[in-house]
């Protein structure tokens, strides 16, 4: 797979970068369009863009190097290279919380009412991301066979991007991205029902694609690690706990659900 998107003379712009930004476009657009149905100004949504991609790409990119730093410490100049993947979404998920965090104290904005609107955009981001792992020729599974493949009814141009040195593997940067639009869809469901509560879809988004980064990352044959642990499987362990942790506090009336009006 070709991973350049367009060369113009020295410079390319790759497939990963470009994939990205739609993704980053559509996840903006449609958060500051639900955040306006909610009270919420479009000019405070600006502000909080403004600063949240930037926040994003570096805590992914920081998470990745530090569970690759002998590499890293050794290829000085590879840490720029963000063409080239190595992006961790665990990382750009806990340093854009932290900064929200501290945005909605700042704006007086109830936290869960403004997660609920960003997790909605988060997940379909990340059913557009995943491509661009494709592109990369990264994020993919264990061996397998042209047969298997077809049985599963994998698209043949996919099954092409995963013909990696001389062997087929399972498309498992697929596999997440279908899992996680199945949640979008869930969530703009949940959404809608009458006894949505804030928090709601923030715990839901932390159980869901916790369970299922937990399996896919199974499959996955470039994880990161941490000794012999694969550090996403670990994560998406505590995301569901936490997610349910939530759901039952929110239950209880013991988390403030309230939204601004």
């Known amino acids: 797979m070709n991973p350049i998107f367009i060369k113009i003379g020295s410079v390319q712009i790759y497939w990963y970068s470009?994939?990205?930004?739609?993704?980053?476009?559509?996840?903006?657009?449609?958060?500051?369009?639900?955040?306006?149905?909610?009270?919420?100004?479009?000019?405070?949504?600006?502000?909080?863009?403004?600063?949240l991609i930037p926040i994003c790409l570096i805590g992914a990119r920081i998470y990745y190097i530090l569970f690759n730093l002998d590499y890293y410490l050794a290829n000085i100049t590879s840490i720029i290279k963000v063409w080239e993947g190595g992006l961790a979404i665990h990382g750009g998920i806990l340093f854009g919380l932290i900064y929200t965090y501290f945005f909605t104290k700042k704006k007086n904005i109830p936290f869960f009412q403004f997660c609920d609107i960003l997790v909605v955009s988060l997940i379909l981001g990340?059913?557009?991301?995943?491509?661009?792992?494709?592109?990369?020729?990264?994020?993919?599974?264990?061996?397998?066979?042209?047969?298997?493949?077809k049985n599963f009814h994998i698209p043949n141009f996919i099954i092409q991007g995963i013909y990696i040195n001389g062997n087929y593997h399972h498309p498992t940067f697929l596999y997440e991205s279908v899992w996680n639009f199945i949640g979008f869809i869930l969530m703009l469901i949940l959404r809608k029902m009458k006894n949505y509560r804030s928090g709601y879809i923030t715990s839901f988004y932390l159980i869901w694609y916790g369970i299922g980064r937990f399996f896919i990352e199974g499959l996955r044959q470039d994880s990161l690690m941490l000794k012999n642990i694969k550090i996403a499987q670990l994560v998406s362990i505590g995301m569901v706990f936490v997610g349910i942790?939530?759901?039952?506090?929110?239950?209880?009336?013991?988390?403030?659900?309230?939204k601004q009006k």
Not at 245 to 258: C, G, H, R, V, W
């Open 126 to 149: 990340q059913v557009i991301g995943r491509w661009g792992n494709f592109m990369n020729s990264e994020a993919y599974g264990p061996v397998t066979t042209l047969a298997t493949l």
């Open 245 to 258: 942790f939530l759901i039952l506090k929110i239950k209880k009336n013991k988390i403030d659900t309230k």
């Open 18 to 51: 470009v994939i990205l930004l739609i993704a980053f476009i559509i996840g903006i657009v449609l958060a500051i369009k639900q955040a306006c149905k909610e009270g919420i100004d479009k000019e405070v949504m600006y502000d909080y863009v403004f600063y």
